[in-house]
């Protein structure tokens, strides 16, 4: 916490300190702004105090995790943006097209690679289009 030698050096100790002052304290709005100025100056504390990054979703990390990254039901239906339920019709006895799938204590367990690969070769092109590469250099038609 602020105390009267140190003045606030982030956000958070900022909002503590001014509720920490008795009820009816007034403070010059130069002040504030003096203290605000000085938490927005200091970028490192600001880096900390900011959110870290949302996860990636298992739609980005199948195609980016090593292939023999092993998931679960949850997480293939993530990846193939499907329901539990889709993945349960498509790897049980009576699917016609099943997803590459081994059972760990009557648990279904995947393979990332084989379930790209399985995502790969069922999915319906419509219209193919170039494949560019990070610096815009067209690759290759799909």
Not at 9 to 17: G, I, N, S
Not at 75 to 80: P, T
Request: proline share 8%; charged share 25%.
């Amino acid at each position: 916490m602020a105390t009267a030698e140190r003045a606030p050096r982030t956000l958070a100790e900022l909002r503590e300190w001014l509720a920490a002052a008795p009820p009816g304290t007034m403070l010059p709005a130069g002040a504030v702004l003096g203290l605000l100025d000085d938490v927005v100056a200091t970028p490192s504390v600001l880096t900390r105090e900011t959110a870290a990054p949302a996860p990636e979703s298992w739609r980005v990390k199948l195609w980016t995790v090593p292939a023999e990254t092993r998931l679960g039901v949850a997480e293939v239906a993530e990846a193939a943006g499907k329901p539990k339920s889709w993945v349960y019709r498509h790897t049980g006895p009576a699917a016609e097209k099943r997803i590459p799938h081994r059972k760990l204590d009557g648990e279904l367990v995947f393979v990332a690679g084989e379930v790209r690969a399985w995502l790969r070769d069922h999915e319906q092109i419509v219209e193919a289009g170039p494949i560019f590469d990070g610096d815009g250099r067209r690759l290759r038609a799909v």
